[in-house]
């Protein structure tokens, strides 16, 4: 038994650390895989075109240029227009803004009455609301299109808010419902009580509860939309395109020598708003995405 | 003087579902009405129709002689306190007992000197800029109390609000919240589960089962003459003893026959009992079986049993026998010399009997 106990704990000591050193090398690698395509973008996006004609794909850039990002934001060309990225990112924010804005708080209101305010019917309006998560984009474009066309909407801004409203409120709502429920019913009795009514009740005292579950909302809502192309390709013309759309358009359209720094660059821009939530907010995701099913 | 709260005729139905049938209640101003009953009685379903938080499907109900059957919670001049405290949790407890006056418009000066009044009362003053989540469970209990006083309502509603305590909190804040009606003289409807705290709390108790009123009256009367076999089960600790017996008439006495598991039946005889059935379910209190010699009066009778079980509980020993098939709880002084499975002799006031019949459960005398 002594002799057991003595020679033991040294050999498991050294188990546990080659195991644990063993985890650190496969997830290093996880992130490196993942790493690789950021980094190859990048480090192209700083080069000029004849040092990526004549290096490798992964060497490091012998002489930093911006140059390729002032023309991916100002003048390259998307189709005959030449203005860069610029014009299309603004639409972007145009759109995002406004759409993530309205989405939530509808979605934060319906998830309020459905989870607090038991209604007939108000199992089956979340039933379909979640129905309506699933439903492909491909199945609703043509009767959109002509929805926004008689609205007046069609080719417009608004017409996008529009449509990026409509589909996120499913998942908006699913969100805070879910996030509601988790409130005890006596609170809404004791305001109630107290004399405030069904929007003084929200306003004071559901939405100052609610900051981690508008993160998280913010978050999804702003990913989707920003990153939206079909949406954005089908109900937009010349001067609305978002940023997405532009970028395909820059990416696909150059004639004659194909600027892959440009590209990158460009590509880099798009995505650079989404990946700036992430980092900022992204604890705050998680936090929030778990908030809900623990208690305290 | 008018009564404070007037029920009459209450249905409450949920689709096909009665959950409260025919409730008629009348408190005075003044009055500790406590709803007690099992899980599931209806009693919270009742606290919150008098609330206004549920509508009712029948019937009528007035608060201070005012209809307030089609009437929001918020103009029925009344306070609730919820077994869940129900504290708003992003407001700091000087917030949450403000709400209730900001909402209604006070203005500034008359909330902060409320909110004073209230705190000195509940002694919670260092608590006023704590949130709810830094408070301890007694702690939020008395902000909870703090948000009901300072409405200085009508009608104070609390909903089984000791629930979440422990024991030793829970009957420090019953103490303080009957002190409270006292100093106030305010009414008060409470819902519990526990038949001590409606005991020791209410000047009325209503009982309820399956959404029927079972028995209104004070706590004497409910628990000396319980109205039906539901009620002497339900209210009291340990419970009445409810020991099946044969009664013939002898004269002007009954005769009471207790078959026993071994030996002949115990026999008692009352005096004053009425006309009874042959079959009777007789009703004694743990206290009004006695050991022999410490109990005297007319209708005390003394017998030999047979000990089963000795309970020693600080101030009184509880001793079980069997008596007609059932177990028989009787409260003896501390220092009995009663032995488990010796016999000892029993003293059984009669005169304190309940007598009911065992198929509807009915008292009888």
Not at chain 2, 319 to 334: D, F, N, P
Request: hydrophobic content about 45%; glycine content about 8%.
């Amino acid at each position: 038994m002594t002799d057991l106990a003595s020679s033991s704990p040294p050999r498991a000591g050294w188990n546990r650390r080659l195991l644990r050193w063993m985890l650190y090398a496969i997830l290093g690698l996880f992130a490196l895989y993942y790493l690789l395509p950021l980094f190859v973008m990048l480090t192209t996006s700083l080069k000029s075109l004849e040092e990526i004609r004549a290096g490798s794909l992964i060497a490091l850039p012998r002489d930093v240029t911006f140059s390729p990002w002032a023309t991916a934001w100002s003048s390259a060309c998307t189709g005959i227009q030449c203005e860069g990225l610029r014009p299309y990112f603004w639409n972007s924010v145009l759109i995002a803004i406004p759409a993530v804005a309205l989405s939530t708080m509808l979605g934060a209101m319906n998830g309020y009455v459905i989870a607090q305010w038991r209604f007939r019917g108000a199992n089956l309006i979340f039933s379909l609301m979640l129905f309506g998560c699933f439903i492909p984009f491909q199945v609703v474009l043509l009767p959109m299109a002509r929805l926004l066309g008689m609205m007046g909407l069609a080719g417009s801004i608004p017409g996008l808010i529009f449509v990026h409203v409509i589909y996120g409120i499913g998942f908006t709502t699913l969100f805070f419902r879910n996030y509601y429920v988790t409130i005890p019913a006596d609170l809404v009795k004791a305001a109630k009580v107290d004399g405030a009514g069904f929007f003084r009740i929200f306003w004071s005292i559901f939405l100052p509860l609610s900051l981690p579950i508008i993160v998280v909302t913010v978050i999804w809502q702003f990913t989707q939309i920003w990153n939206d192309f079909l949406f954005g390709v089908s109900f937009s013309e010349a001067g609305t395109q978002p940023v997405t759309v532009a970028l395909n358009n820059i990416v696909n359209s150059t004639t004659g020598v194909k600027e892959y720094n440009v590209d990158m660059a460009a590509a880099i821009i798009a995505a650079l708003p989404t990946l700036i939530v992430y980092v900022v907010a992204g604890k705050y995701f998680v936090r929030g995405l778990t908030a809900g099913s623990v208690k305290g | 003087m008018a009564p404070i709260l007037d029920i009459r005729n209450l249905y409450k139905n949920y689709g096909a579902t009665e959950v409260l049938k025919d409730i008629n209640i009348a408190i005075e101003p003044g009055d500790f009405l406590v709803l007690v009953g099992p899980s599931g009685c209806g009693k919270s379903t009742l606290l919150n129709c008098i609330a206004g938080l549920e509508t009712i499907s029948g019937g009528s109900l007035s608060i201070d002689g005012r209809d307030m059957t089609h009437v929001s919670p918020k103009d029925r001049d009344i306070a609730m306190v919820f077994q869940s405290y129900a504290l708003y949790p992003t407001m700091s407890v000087a917030k949450n007992i403000t709400f209730g006056m900001k909402v209604r418009g006070v203005d500034k000066a008359t909330q902060a000197r409320k909110l004073g009044e209230v705190a000195a009362q509940l002694q919670i003053e260092q608590l006023l800029n704590r949130k709810p989540g830094q408070l301890s469970g007694g702690q939020r209990q008395r902000v909870a109390m703090g948000r009901a006083l300072v409405r200085d309502p009508k009608l104070f509603l609390f909903d089984e609000p000791l629930s979440n305590l422990d024991a030793k909190l829970r009957v420090e804040m019953r103490t303080e919240i009957k002190r409270l009606h006292q100093s106030l003289n305010a009414s008060m409807v409470y819902v519990t589960h526990d038949q001590i705290e409606a005991m020791t709390l209410a000047t009325k108790i209503v009982v309820m089962k399956a959404g029927i009123i079972q028995q209104i009256g004070t706590p004497a009367e409910i628990y000396n003459r319980p109205t039906n076999l539901f009620v002497a089960d339900f209210m009291g600790s340990p419970a009445m003893n409810l020991i099946p017996a044969r009664a013939t008439r002898e004269g002007a006495a009954t005769r009471l026959e207790i078959a026993r598991n071994s030996g002949p039946p115990l026999v008692l005889m009352d005096q004053t009992a009425p006309e009874l059935p042959d079959q009777i379910i007789l009703g004694l209190r743990p206290e009004d079986i006695a050991e022999a010699g410490f109990r005297s009066g007319s209708g005390v009778q003394e017998a030999e049993c047979l000990v089963d079980m000795v309970e020693p509980a600080g101030a009184d020993t509880f001793v079980v026998t069997s008596l007609g098939g059932k177990e028989v709880t009787a409260r003896l002084h501390a220092e009995t010399s009663a032995r488990a499975r010796q016999h000892l002799s029993l003293a059984f006031d009669i005169s304190k009997a309940s007598y009911f019949a065992p198929e509807s459960g009915q008292r009888l005398n």
